[in-house]
């Protein structure tokens, strides 16, 4: 059996499941190598939440994987010298994989992990990056780009996520011969499987009321302001609005909400960071998703994914890397220009309008985002895996 290693910074919520299906089919041998250290085991304050984050689901069964030693002086993902790990290329040479996946390439030992295994092994590189938001000076981009066609020359092949990072990679000169799909996924089965809880009436939400739900980090880029200010402009007493999370625009938040009048304020609701197990229950309570996206760095946005596999309409910004490949306009929801007031007002009057064809489009939701699965990617890596030919 061929061997996979892949090389990543800790362990996520959308990325173990993967690693634990591939190795229960059984079709390649993979060792998984989280280079953030031992120390990605400890409670970990997540800045974006403002709070300390432990996931509620395993992150670390069913498959094999090293913790490998981090010697950086400031360990963590948030900038590139977070990730040193002096017996990395060592570590992953003894286990001889026949072919190395890499995932992102902005930390240290990464980037040492594509120039080293350059034409010694087979290397995949994974990642999610897009051009909508390109941002920076004349002369900075022109480096960029210099660096990026350099740095996916040494790729055997990139995995693609979606038509958006497609692009991405095609502009910094990787060929369609070397790019490869591995769709952007969560656990559909798991979100379309609602353990039930009834959200909406713990926060006295008429169920005749057409209920629009924001949920991730309260922060700049997911930019849930514009989706407070659109709502407070909807003169409709028959909808509500639920934000669920915690970030730094938190307090921005609520102090808006505050000095609306209290027809508009009842009508708006806040809930804590949720949890893995209880988020299906939280899109559930739903009639409409919004992502509001403004960047920069909005690559995906995996919520969208959750949502429709919650049997969800969403209601997604042209800055999310989801938007092109996942929403139909008017089939499963609609698109709207990113930050600009009147066009997602407009969109969300326009599903109020159509509160009788919600049910409908959720179940496109569900239908479009049923392929977009774990299964496919892990089909996508082992295809990859034993048709390459090793370096």
């Known amino acids: 059996m061929k061997k996979l290693a892949i090389i990543t910074s800790h362990p996520i919520q959308y990325n173990s499941p993967v690693f634990k299906l591939l190795a229960e089919r059984n079709n390649i041998c993979i060792r998984v190598f989280y280079t953030w250290g031992e120390k990605v085991l400890e409670q970990k304050y997540d800045p974006g939440f403002k709070r300390v984050i432990q996931w509620d689901i395993p992150l670390l069964e069913g498959y094999e994987y090293e913790m490998v030693e981090n010697i950086s002086h400031d360990p963590g993902t948030h900038h590139f010298k977070g990730i040193r790990n002096p017996k990395l290329i060592n570590n992953v040479d003894a286990w001889n994989p026949d072919a190395i996946l890499i995932v992102g390439w902005s930390y240290q030992s990464h980037l040492k992990c594509i120039r080293y295994f350059s034409n010694k092994r087979t290397l995949f590189f994974w990642g999610d ?3 909508l938001d390109e941002h920076g000076s004349f002369l900075k981009k022109m480096f960029r780009k210099i660096f990026l066609k350099w740095l996916y020359s040494k790729i055997n092949l990139a995995f693609y996520v979606g038509q958006a990072n497609k ?3 095609m502009e910094y000169g990787v060929k369609d011969n070397r790019l490869l799909f591995v769709p952007h996924a969560i656990e559909n089965l798991r979100f379309s499987n609602s353990l039930g809880f009834d959200f909406r009436n713990k926060l006295n939400i008429p169920k005749t009321n057409i209920l629009f739900l924001f949920a991730g980090k309260f922060e700049n880029k997911k930019n849930p302001i514009l989706l407070l200010e659109s709502f407070s402009k ?12 915690n970030g730094p625009f938190e307090i921005q938040l609520k102090n808006h909400v505050q000095q609306l009048p209290d027809n508009i304020k ?3 609701h806040f809930m804590d960071f949720q949890n893995q197990t209880l988020m299906p229950d939280v899109y559930k309570c739903c009639d409409v998703f919004v992502l509001p996206s403004k960047g920069p760095g ?4 995996l919520a969208i994914n959750e949502a429709m596999a919650s049997s969800k309409p969403v209601l997604v910004s042209d800055k999310c890397g989801a938007a092109q490949d996942l929403v139909h306009n008017g089939v499963n929801g609609y698109i709207f220009e990113s930050d600009n007031l009147q066009s997602l007002i407009s969109k969300m009057e326009l599903l109020i309008a159509q509160k009788d064809l919600l049910g409908f489009m959720g179940n496109q939701s569900s239908l479009i985002i049923k392929d977009w699965s774990f299964e496919r990617i892990c089909m996508a890596i082992e295809n990859a895996v034993n048709t390459q030919k090793n370096q």
């Not at 909807?234 to 999370?245: K, M, R, S, T």
């Not at 909005?298 to 946005?301: A, D, P």
């Open 234 to 245: 909807i003169n409709n007493q028959n909808i509500d609005l639920l934000f669920v999370g």
């Open 129 to 131: 990056s897009n051009l």
């Open 266 to 268: 009842r009508r708006i």
């Open 167 to 169: 692009k991405y990679y």
């Open 298 to 301: 909005e690559t995906w946005g």
